[in-house]
């Protein structure tokens, strides 16, 4: 079992950054694909960013190309979604998810291919 705590949202202007943090407990972390998502008000969960085990193959979503970076610290169990030169229409919870596999190419932006999902964080960007 793996539970993910994620940090560091919080309310921003527009241009701003943040750099939300996942941590996960278990040892088997490391072996894990990742990802993040995100919800807006009134809207479904969308994909955002994924990473395989090593970060060494990442997957962004185009609303976000060039403007997020994913990675992670496998020694420190955590992965990070750097967030720069935020807009309004990134308000949205965002939500880290783990991958019992360490890589999926096929599959990464579909939640239904993670197994395990934290509790959310907060991102507000105002104008």
């Known amino acids: 079992q793996v539970q993910l705590v994620e940090s560091g949202g919080g309310l921003v202007q527009a241009g701003g950054s943040l750099r939300l943090s996942c941590a996960a407990s278990?040892?088997?972390?490391?072996?894990?694909?990742m990802g993040w998502f995100r919800q807006a008000p009134g809207k479904e969960r969308e994909f955002v960013a994924a990473c395989s085990w090593s970060c060494g193959t990442t997957y962004y979503a185009d609303s976000v190309k060039g403007r997020f970076t994913i990675s992670r610290d496998n020694t420190k169990n955590t992965v990070y979604l750097q967030v720069n030169s935020l807009k309004p229409e990134d308000t949205a919870v965002y939500y880290c998810?783990?991958?019992?596999?360490?890589?999926?190419?096929?599959?990464?932006?579909?939640?239904?291919?993670?197994?395990?999902w934290g509790q959310g964080t907060q991102v507000t960007v105002s104008s």
């Open positions: 278990g040892r088997t972390f490391r072996n894990y694909a």
């Open positions: 998810a783990a991958d019992k596999r360490s890589y999926n190419s096929d599959g990464y932006f579909r939640e239904k291919e993670y197994d395990y």
